[in-house]
């Protein structure tokens, strides 16, 4: 066994790609809750609930589309006990810091949003 190779680069492009991302996805959103989104005319606003469902569902199609692909539909298999972890993980997790946050950017403002989300991980 060898030792892992080093990249940099890339994980400097990563950290870019996830900040860049977030940014969107938090602009986006508040854009979501007044209903003035970029390049449309005034469409209904959409509540924290519907916008953080929604993020969950479209991102869980995509990477399951995504491992399905790579690793194939016996990689899905798991372990009944593995099943309620995984959902304890996807509710406490996934959708309830996704859904305080943008309950909190719809209440407040963003930078409060974003103390909110990462001073929380403090107390976990």
Request: hydrophobic letters at 50%.
């Amino acid at each position: 066994m060898h030792a892992p190779t080093r990249q940099p680069v890339r994980g400097y492009l990563y950290i870019a790609a996830a900040t860049f991302f977030w940014g969107v996805s938090a602009t986006l959103g508040r854009a979501a809750f007044t209903g003035r989104l970029p390049g449309l005319h005034q469409v209904n606003a959409i509540g924290p609930l519907i916008l953080s469902q929604g993020r969950a569902t479209f991102s869980f199609l995509v990477l399951l589309h995504i491992l399905m692909l790579l690793r194939g539909r016996h990689s899905l298999r798991l372990p009944p006990r593995a099943i309620g972890q995984l959902l304890l993980v996807g509710i406490l997790g996934v959708a309830d810091p996704t859904y305080f946050f943008y309950l909190s950017l719809h209440t407040t403002h963003v930078d409060t949003a974003i103390i909110a989300k990462y001073a929380a991980q403090v107390g976990v």
